[in-house]
């Protein structure tokens, strides 16, 4: 069973890779938007289920990556990939670094309360402000590209190209978690999620070790901004919004907290959820009403599903168990005839 769960990831890593051959440019498109959402799901999910930090401002590290590199590229030429790169991701963790030490002394709703209160004001600063073009938004001309010496090994502006630059950025991100959670760091997340106090009564200092996985978070969710705007080529500020900042946390939940897993299907059912009920193809004019069922499918996920998607297989294993019919027992054998007593010393023999 652990073997057929390390192919699963696998599997599905070749399968994304292979997709584009179907030539379908809308899917294509659509499984491009699925895989830049995974990265900003595992980047809560490195928050939500591995240190216990339930966060409402996340979406303002999704939108300062996307901004850096719609503001950071010239009007007239491509900008270098990788300090256009290093730039979006480092922008967003600079602003997790500042606000995760202020909003980290908090604790519970209050922490979620903060997280939420300086997400919105990096929302005002890009909506109010001609620095990202206010409320308009804000326009990427051009695609970075990367150049070794004059030579570049790949172009950005092919859709293919494109298409694999972000599944291998998936694929980073996941194996970079991975690893994470199997190190000594990712040990301590796990005991600080689950008894933070324990932890301290054990020598370990758990702000550090909260506040590094604040930032990681946030990179990664800036790099997933980043993909974003390269996909578009306009950003706006409503990446920065709050709801922006539910969507993803209702991935993580929907997908099952605490599995990389979960996180990618959660982000992968949310977004086709809403590509289904906006479909006027399917539903006609009620497509315009899409809210209403998809808010009604996510109460009926998280209803049937307590342990999310990630955790069906073994929910579906267990129902099996207990309807299956209890094993007959095996017939008992015939007790032996008892030996027939022996006669007392004295006694006549019969």
């Given at each position: 069973m652990k073997?057929?769960?390390k192919?699963?990831?696998?599997?599905?890593?070749?399968?994304?890779?292979a997709?584009?051959?179907?030539?379908?440019d809308?899917?294509?498109?659509?499984a491009?938007?699925?895989?830049?959402?995974?990265i900003?799901?595992?980047?809560?999910?490195?928050?939500?289920?591995?240190?216990g930090?339930?966060?409402?401002?996340?979406?303002?590290?999704?939108?300062?990556?996307?901004y850096?590199?719609?503001?950071?590229?010239?009007?007239?030429?491509?900008?270098?990939?990788?300090?256009l790169?290093?730039?979006?991701?480092?922008?967003a963790?600079?602003?997790?670094?500042?606000?995760g030490?202020?909003?980290?002394?908090?604790?519970?709703?209050?922490?979620?309360?903060?997280?939420?209160a300086?997400?919105?004001?990096?929302y005002?600063?890009?909506h109010d402000?001609?620095?990202?073009?206010?409320?308009?938004?804000?326009?990427?001309?051009?695609?970075?590209?990367?150049s070794?010496?004059?030579?570049?090994?790949?172009?950005?502006?092919?859709?293919g190209?494109?298409?694999?630059?972000?599944?291998a950025?998936?694929?980073?991100?996941?194996?970079?978690?991975?690893?994470?959670?199997?190190?000594?760091?990712?040990?301590?997340?796990a005991?600080?999620?689950?008894?933070?106090?324990?932890?301290?009564?054990?020598?370990y200092?758990?702000?550090?070790?909260?506040?590094?996985?604040?930032?990681?978070?946030?990179a990664?969710?800036?790099?997933?901004?980043?993909?974003?705007?390269?996909?578009?080529?306009?950003?706006?500020?409503?990446?920065?919004?709050?709801?922006?900042?539910?969507?993803?946390?209702?991935?993580?939940?929907?997908?099952?907290?605490g599995r990389?897993g979960?996180?990618?299907?959660?982000?992968?059912?949310?977004?086709?959820?809403?590509?289904?009920f906006?479909?006027?193809?399917?539903?006609?004019?009620?497509a315009?009403?899409?809210?209403?069922?998809?808010?009604?499918?996510?109460?009926?996920?998280?209803?049937?599903?307590?342990?999310?998607?990630?955790?069906?297989?073994?929910?579906w294993?267990?129902?099996?168990?207990?309807?299956?019919?209890?094993?007959?027992?095996?017939e008992?054998?015939?007790?032996?005839?008892?030996?027939?007593?022996?006669?007392l010393?004295?006694?006549?023999?019969?």
């Amino acid at each position: 069973m652990k073997q057929t769960s390390k192919l699963i990831p696998l599997a599905v890593l070749l399968a994304l890779a292979a997709f584009p051959l179907l030539g379908a440019d809308y899917y294509t498109g659509l499984a491009v938007k699925l895989m830049i959402y995974a990265i900003f799901a595992l980047s809560l999910q490195l928050l939500v289920g591995g240190a216990g930090l339930v966060s409402l401002g996340h979406a303002a590290y999704f939108g300062i990556g996307a901004y850096a590199a719609a503001l950071l590229s010239p009007e007239s030429e491509a900008a270098g990939l990788a300090w256009l790169l290093g730039a979006a991701v480092l922008g967003a963790a600079a602003y997790a670094l500042v606000t995760g030490a202020l909003a980290l002394r908090t604790r519970g709703v209050y922490f979620i309360m903060v997280t939420l209160a300086f997400s919105q004001m990096a929302y005002y600063v890009f909506h109010d402000t001609d620095l990202g073009g206010g409320s308009d938004g804000i326009y990427l001309y051009f695609r970075p590209q990367l150049s070794l010496g004059g030579w570049q090994p790949f172009d950005l502006d092919q859709p293919g190209v494109y298409y694999l630059f972000v599944l291998a950025c998936l694929a980073l991100t996941w194996g970079f978690l991975a690893m994470l959670a199997r190190s000594p760091f990712g040990a301590a997340l796990a005991g600080i999620r689950i008894n933070e106090q324990r932890m301290r009564a054990a020598g370990y200092s758990t702000f550090p070790y909260k506040l590094a996985a604040y930032v990681v978070g946030a990179a990664l969710a800036g790099l997933a901004g980043f993909l974003y705007a390269l996909k578009d080529g306009f950003v706006t500020p409503e990446l920065l919004a709050w709801e922006q900042s539910g969507l993803v946390l209702l991935m993580v939940i929907l997908g099952g907290m605490g599995r990389l897993g979960g996180a990618v299907l959660g982000a992968a059912a949310l977004i086709l959820l809403q590509e289904l009920f906006q479909s006027q193809a399917i539903f006609g004019d009620y497509a315009q009403h899409w809210h209403l069922p998809l808010g009604l499918s996510i109460i009926a996920l998280v209803a049937l599903l307590p342990d999310g998607l990630a955790g069906l297989p073994a929910q579906w294993r267990a129902r099996r168990r207990a309807v299956a019919p209890p094993a007959e027992a095996p017939e008992a054998a015939p007790a032996p005839a008892p030996a027939p007593a022996m006669p007392l010393h004295g006694e006549p023999h019969a």
